[in-house]
């Protein structure tokens, strides 16, 4: 299957440090992006131990998606949470994740937080992952709408993420694609300060220059005020 694909990360306007990381791997169809926290260094660790563990999994041939995307997302769990426990200044540190995996004619996406997966097909946008945040499950049980969900002092509260326990579930999704599918995957850097309606009108605008859309993004995300990292992957297939 062919594809285009772009990525770009930013420390954005008001961060000393990037707690972003991400890593791809064209040639096996695999993307991963992942946004880290915990005090001084420890979300950078949490991040890039979390992709070096993806990449080293699923950077090769699969016979069976889903089982080796489980597999990936354990043993970075694994790794972030047994790196927490043996430094005393790492503890509690941990990492959001969302990844694709694209092969032949499908797509599975596999995340654990609140960085996402979106897909623009035929101009319209659609969310593919649910955020594992308090206030995206309260508005799934109707306790809070969306609007007062982005509002919130609550947003940033996420209620799963790899490394914080020894064990976590990740949510995976397996849809099938069509050409000219676009596929964005990214940090809440992005998704805080850039309304969907507004990733919709940037996706829609010009996608003949995935890295120049990628420009575009966190550039819009910078100037609604950049308040944290920013990372994104575009992933067209063609």
């Given amino acids: 299957m062919l594809m285009e694909v772009a990525a770009q990360t930013d420390v ?3 961060r000393s440090a990037n707690e972003d990381a991400y890593n791809l791997c064209a040639e096996a169809g695999f993307f991963v992006v992942c946004d880290g926290m915990g005090g001084a260094a420890a979300g950078e660790i949490a991040s890039q131990t979390a992709v070096t563990a993806m ?3 699923l950077c090769k041939t699969v016979d069976d998606p889903r089982q080796a995307l489980e597999q990936g997302i354990a043993e970075a769990n694994q790794r972030v949470y047994s790196r927490s426990e043996q430094e005393a200044s790492f503890q509690g540190m941990g990492t ?5 995996l694209v092969r032949e004619g499908r797509v599975w996406i596999a995340h654990v937080g609140d960085s996402r997966c979106y897909r623009f097909r035929a101009g319209a946008l659609e969310r593919m992952t649910q955020d594992h945040s308090l206030v995206d499950e309260q508005v799934r049980l109707g306790q809070m709408t969306p609007a007062e969900a982005e509002v919130s002092p609550l947003r940033n509260v996420i209620t799963r993420a790899i490394g914080t326990r020894d064990t976590v579930q990740p949510d995976i999704e397996e849809a099938p694609t069509e050409q000219g599918d676009l ?9 805080k300060e850039v309304s969907e309606s507004r990733l919709a009108e940037i996706l829609g605008a010009d996608a003949s220059d995935l890295q120049t859309l990628c420009r575009h993004l966190i550039a819009d995300a910078n100037d609604s005020g950049g308040s944290d990292n920013i990372t994104a992957i575009l992933v067209r297939i063609s």
């Fill in 183 to 191: 596929f964005l995957l990214c940090s809440d850097g992005l998704t």
């Fill in 55 to 57: 990449i080293e999994g």
């Fill in 96 to 100: 959001t994740l969302v990844s694709l």
């Fill in 12 to 14: 954005g306007r008001l």
